[in-house]
């Protein structure tokens, strides 16, 4: 009787240690940065995911997604994400501006004070126009 209590007593402990381990939601996502590398302007979308997991043992609630800037514009899930449940934030950059990207989206959840901070960067290059000289025809005149 002695043991049965010894191994109870055991199985409590961890158990308990390990529930402290993954209390609450807790996010965790797969990339932290998206590298658009080189787009030109207007033809590319712009949409680009980001994938994550609630890797902790209470539901996930996205509270918020803030850009750095007007032309990235996040899209989250509402819902409450379940514990072991995956999901995606969307990020829309506007390709109709030229140059260098490198914004952030600031994310906000149930998870404690701190946010998660993610990064999108590449660069967005105007569309090469395509100007052929026409050749020039010959001459009608002789001379």
């Given at each position: 009787i002695k043991m049965k209590k010894i191994v109870l007593i055991l199985?409590?402990?961890?158990?308990?240690?390990?529930a402290n381990a993954q209390n609450g939601a807790?996010?965790?996502?797969?990339?932290e940065t998206i590298n658009y590398g080189?787009?030109?302007k207007g033809v590319d979308s712009g949409?680009?995911?980001?994938e994550f997991q609630n890797i902790g043992n209470e539901p996930l609630t996205i509270k918020d997604a803030k850009s750095s800037c007007g032309c990235t514009v996040p899209s989250f899930?509402?819902?409450?994400?379940?514990p072991g449940q995956s999901s995606t934030i969307e990020v829309r950059y506007d390709t109709k501006r030229t140059g260098a990207i490198n914004?952030?989206?600031?994310?906000t959840t149930n998870?404690?004070?701190?946010?998660?901070?993610?990064?999108?960067?590449?660069?967005?290059?105007p569309v090469k126009e395509d100007k052929a000289v026409p050749a020039a025809e010959p001459s009608l005149i002789k001379g």
């Open positions: 199985v409590l402990m961890v158990t308990g240690l390990s807790k996010i965790e996502f797969k990339e080189e787009v030109y949409k680009r995911t980001f899930p509402k819902e409450p994400i379940a914004k952030s989206i600031t994310i998870e404690g004070p701190d946010n998660h901070v993610l990064q999108v960067i590449g660069t967005v290059l």
